[in-house]
């Protein structure tokens, strides 16, 4: 079930009053309160007291109803200072009943009593007291729901933090694009910290929505405020527990001028009712800005598709505000500052033996020592320190996606890589010149991958190192030298592989094609001579290796080999056309030279649909290549 604007309970305010009545027995005066999806009233009771009276969305189905109900009736019994409503029983018993519309469709109605106080969003300033108490009366609430279990508690709910992933694919309704970045650079940083932590993160039942409308306040004798109570358990449910109080922080901070100083003084105090495990202090700023990114978003999408719900507007203007504050905010310092009000030591600097590096001398250094020619990537280079699954990071833990180093197939870091190349470094390493069943098992598994006729395997340190011996093989084995290559080609660092490569040789510096090499024009379907010949591109393309060939019969000097990748890739990411490498292949073995195929790029199932790119012309090659993806980046080819 879905809570849905048609789902909206409207009935009368004498509609309602009766019913209270009739099943209540309570008699008074009703005021509209204001609800998302719901119906609420405030019911004046005279003597029997002040209630809400609740009236639920027809997408709430009853069990989640029962869930809020027993989880509110555990802090009744347990968060003495009487912090939440109590779940009022009706005259038959029932702490759910029923009310009917005139059109005859039935809604599920409750009354609670009513907590009194000030709502947090009217409180001008809150005292750095106040802030700790707080979080620390949301640290005995999530301590009294711990170990709460109830059928209801795992529910889908696009306020769940631990979903907000969700957002992702909604951004585009937010119409600034410069807002629009702030939040797909937030969202990155929490797949990138947050996501990847989930697992260490422990979960229970929480409340889920402790907003500056929710939470109360009563004023303290001292002149400042304590905690009154909480409101409105309609998103509970069974999330990462950390996640509440990333929520409170989040409205908490609304229009205040030092937000770190507040996250960090409602954290200390959440901590001392309920201690933070370290994993949690490391999510809590990203969650609260991912807070801040699923509001807004919401109500972008609010505003178009339920224009008339101020309720879902209400926090648009300050977590805008918000948002563009805490971009200048260094997401380190944020967690180092909650660390240490918690008691607990930061997170140690990246070290990197005896020596602290500023970004400056590490550049110097490079250029120094290195060598200036080993180029660095980007205008202001990046320093990064460390690498999970698919993020790079920098000392100060920003992420990146990372969309360039081509070679981490299963991702930095992965623990079985990690675990398994422990093992065998504390085992062995040695040359290739013992027996061991490793490197045959390896090469069976690997040539298992290909067609039956790709049965033998070389093992060497890179791409470079590939290509350099199927030269050779293919040298040795046709008794020829000359090379056919494709125009824009890369296919390694040696000097013959310089030499060939047009990308390369023909590049800045670069010497040309030595009279060995002979390039054919790339089968550019986009941009090439035979753009637009609709399914006969690739033969056509194809007719150039035909040419190449025949003129290197006449000069008296055919070819070993014919090189190419099945797509280009420093040759601009071209994908070959239908029926071109068949073709050229066919041309260069009718008169006795060899195809071979790098896949040091774009093989290891890197195209999708197949495991090597070649599988996707319909050819066998006579050797194929394989470097990078093949060791996830630690020095291995085939
Ligand atoms: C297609 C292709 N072949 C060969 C190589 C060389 O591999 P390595 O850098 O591992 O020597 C590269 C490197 O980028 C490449 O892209």
Known sequence: MELTAAGRPAFSNKTVQNSVQDLYGIEGDLEPLPAEWDQNFKLNGGDAGTFVVKIANRGCSKEVLEFQNSAMNRLSERWKSGKSPRVVTSLSGNSISTITNSAGVIFNIRVLTYLPGQPLAGVQTLCEQTQ???????????????????????????????????????????????????????????????????????????????????LLLKADP?????????????????????????????????????????????????????PLTESEIQVLFPLI????????????????????????????????????????????????????????????????????????????ERRRRIGPSLSLSYKTPLQIVRGQG?????????AYLDCVNNICHVGHSHPKVVAVMSKQAATLNTNTRYLHPYRIEYAERLTATFPEELNVCYFVNSGSEANELAVRLARAHTGRYDVI???????????????????????????????WAHKVVKPDTYRGPYRGLGKDVGWAYAEHVGEVCERLVTEKRPPALFLCEPI????????????????????????????????????????????WAFETQGVIPDIVTLGKPLGNGYPLGA
Not at 342 to 352: I, K, T, V, Y
Not at 390 to 398: G, H
Not at 504 to 509: A, L, Q, S, Y
């Open 289 to 364: 800005c991912m807070r801040l990114c699923v509001s807004v978003t919401n109500s972008a999408i609010a505003a178009k598709d339920d224009p008339d719900n101020e309720h879902r507007q209400i926090s648009d203007q300050p977590a805008w505000e918000m948002l563009e504050h805490l971009e200048s905010v260094d997401w380190r310092d944020a967690e180092n500052h909650i660390l240490a009000v918690c008691g607990l030591d930061p997170r140690p600097e990246a070290n990197f033996g005896n020596r602290q590096w500023t970004y400056d001398e590490l550049l110097d």
């Open 132 to 214: 700790y108490r707080l979080g620390y009366s949301l640290g005995e609430l999530d301590q009294h729901l711990f170990d709460f279990q109830h059928p209801a508690m795992n529910r889908d709910l696009p306020w769940d933090l631990r979903q907000a992933d969700w957002i992702t694919s909604h951004t585009r309704r937010i119409a600034d694009v410069r807002r629009r970045g702030i939040v797909e650079r937030i969202i990155l940083q929490h797949r990138a910290r947050v996501v990847t932590m989930l697992p260490k993160l422990s979960m229970s039942v929480i409340h889920n929505d402790a907003n500056d409308e929710n």
């Open 485 to 515: 290559v494709l125009e824009g080609a890369y296919h390694g660092n040696t000097q013959t592989l310089v030499d060939l490569s047009p990308y390369k040789c023909e590049g800045p510096g670069g010497r040309g094609l030595p009279g």
């Open 390 to 398: 698919q993020f790079l990071f920098e000392p100060n833990e920003r």
């Open 568 to 611: 280009l890739g420093c040759g601009g990411q071209t994908v070959l056309p239908k029926g071109y490498l068949q073709k050229a292949f066919n041309y260069v073995r009718s008169i006795g030279g060899l195809c071979i195929v790098d896949e040091v790029q774009v093989g290891m199932g890197r195209v999708g649909s197949h495991m």
């Open 222 to 274: 001292e002149g400042g405020w304590n905690v009154a109570g909480l409101l409105d358990f309609g998103d509970m449910l069974r999330t990462n527990t950390v996640n509440e109080l990333a929520i409170a922080c989040a409205y908490a901070i609304f229009r205040v001028e030092n937000p770190l100083g507040v996250i960090a003084r409602i954290a200390k105090g959440y901590h001392h009712a309920r």
